[in-house]
């Protein structure tokens, strides 16, 4: 059983950054493949990034601007948000699932955090 905690959401004005952070228990976090996800009011769940191995696949909506990395030793891992934009506004959620280059459906989720971005 993994539990995932996400920290690091907030108000921002476009253009602005914010860094996600998102903390694993478990001894086995270097083993799983995470990922971002986020959910806009009125809007299905959208992936975000996604790590396959040492690959992350972004979103085309949000590459270029995003960049998702973790750090084993701390269990975490984060997204760091650029150039926010009006649209990025939505609860963000990261997730894991069991296997680094898994393809599988994500086996545990976060509560999520709000990312609020103004003009």
């Known amino acids: 059983q993994v539990q995932l905690v996400e920290s690091g959401g907030g108000s921002v004005q476009a253009g602005g950054s914010l860094r996600l952070s998102c903390a694993a228990s478990?001894?086995?976090?270097?083993?799983?493949?995470m990922g971002w996800f986020r959910q806009a009011p009125g809007k299905e769940r959208e992936f975000v990034a996604v790590?396959?191995?040492?690959?992350?696949r972004y979103a085309d909506s949000v590459k270029g601007r995003f960049t998702m990395s973790r750090d084993n030793a701390k269990n975490t891992v984060y997204l760091q948000m650029n150039s926010l934009k009006l649209e990025d506004t939505a609860v963000y959620y990261c997730?894991?699932?069991?296997?680094?280059?898994?393809?599988?459906?994500?086996?545990?989720w976060g509560q999520g955090t709000q990312v609020t971005v103004s003009s």
């Open positions: 790590g396959i191995g040492d690959i992350t």
């Open positions: 997730a894991a699932r069991q296997g680094i280059y898994s393809t599988r459906n994500y086996d545990y």
């Open positions: 478990g001894r086995t976090f270097s083993s799983y493949g």
